[in-house]
Nanobody
Framework: VQLVESGGGLVQTGGSLRLSCAAS????????MAWFRQAPGKEREFVATIGWSGRTTYNADSVKGRFTISRDNAKNTVYLQMNSLKPEDTAVYYCAARLPSTDPPDQAWTFGSWGQGTQVTVSS
């Protein structure tokens, strides 16, 4: 399994970015996908997850109303549209994949495949 994130960068407060995660080596439309982030000196934090069909999504409270997760199963890609960015959104953003299960959808330990991360920096 290979997950490759892209789309990170430097943006001003209030700006927008769209992250992409291209997946290979797996039957993409069988996997739930998620985005996590990790800021310097902090633990990895759940951001959003989307079910294999794209019909079910769940966001962390800290990004509700600002971030939207989506997927295109024809392109084996999951996206994270980030609007109204704040300095506290600064982190390395990681894409993750797992098969559907009854495990909590927002826990990093339940995801077996990870990308290398993409840096997002929001300046004040």
């Amino acid at each position: 399994v290979q997950l490759v994130e892209s789309g990170g960068g430097l943006v001003q407060t209030g700006g927008s970015l769209r992250l992409s995660c291209a997946a290979s080596g797996l039957t993409f439309d069988s996997y739930n996908m998620a985005w996590f982030r990790q800021a310097p000196g902090k633990e990895r934090e759940f951001v959003a997850t989307i079910g294999w069909s794209g019909r079910t999504t769940y966001n962390a409270d800290s990004v509700k109303g600002r971030f939207t997760i989506s997927r295109d199963n024809a392109k084996n890609t999951v996206y994270l549209q980030m609007n109204s960015l704040k300095p506290e959104d600064t982190a390395v953003y990681y894409c993750a994949a797992r098969l559907p299960s009854t495990d909590p959808p927002d826990q990093a330990w339940t995801f077996g495949s990870w990308g290398q991360g993409t840096q997002v920096t929001v300046s004040s």
